[in-house]
């Protein structure tokens, strides 16, 4: 199985500012990654699909990059909306792991 | 509109066993395979499997084989997640997500089921 490793863990930033969560995959993934958000109370949201495509509807402070084994999630202008919990998937063989989630919160 | 609403929340016994089920609309349901996720409470999400939904075939992480079951009820446009013989570590909230073979990415997520079990 391909194991997702997410950092960091938890983050705090102020609005306004960029931020950045890196994934790492166990192997290469060969850009299969996508990122999903989840607010409190809301189901999970697709944000960023094949590494650096952007959802339909989603804001353009989020970006995606990466390749091999090695992924990140820029989000840039931070507003207080952004407050959610952040996972990383890998989508390129199963079980589609993801990883621990990053949790997002505004000074 | 495209939809995925799944069934209320459910207190259960350790042993009980629970159904929660998964209603589409907005689309045909055949044509797009359904997955399913669990969140157990503090944790991450968690990849449980899927089912092809035009032939009924079910697919199973490791750690959700055995006990768990995925069917559909096609003339309803409904997922179904059975669970037998429940366990305390079966506490979570459980979501259907509708998975898209352009793209490979989940486009629709059910609002998520919580299950409880306690004695």
């Known amino acids: 199985d391909i194991q997702m490793t997410q950092s960091p863990a938890s983050l705090s930033a102020s609005v306004g500012e960029t931020v950045t969560i890196t994934c790492g995959a166990s192997e290469n993934i060969y850009g299969a990654l996508n990122w999903y958000q989840r607010k409190q109370g809301k189901s999970p949201q697709l944000l960023i699909y094949?590494?650096?495509n952007l959802a339909d509807g989603m804001s353009s402070r989020f970006s995606g990059s990466g390749s091999g084994r090695q992924y990140s999630l820029k989000i840039s202008s931070l507003h207080p909306d952004d407050v959610a919990t952040y996972y990383c998937q890998n989508v390129l063989s199963t079980p589609y792991t993801f990883g621990g989630g990053t949790k997002l919160e505004i000074k | 509109q495209i939809q995925l609403v799944q069934s209320g929340p459910e207190l259960k016994k350790p042993g009980e066993t629970v159904k929660i089920s998964c209603k589409a609309s907005?689309?045909?349901?055949?044509?797009?395979?359904m997955h399913w996720v669990k969140q157990a409470p503090g944790k991450g999400l968690k990849w449980m499997g899927w089912i092809n939904t035009e032939t009924g075939e079910p697919t199973y992480a490791d750690d959700f084989k055995g006990r768990f079951a995925f069917s559909l009820e096609t003339s309803a446009s409904t997922a179904y997640l059975q669970i037998n013989n429940l366990k305390n570590e079966d506490t979570a909230t459980y979501f259907c997500?509708?998975?898209?073979?352009?793209?490979?990415?989940?486009?629709?997520w059910g609002q998520g089921t919580t299950l409880t079990v306690s004695s």
């Open positions: 997500a509708r998975w898209r073979d352009d793209g490979y990415l989940f486009d629709y």
């Open positions: 907005g689309y045909t349901f055949t044509d797009y395979s």
């Open positions: 094949g590494a650096t």
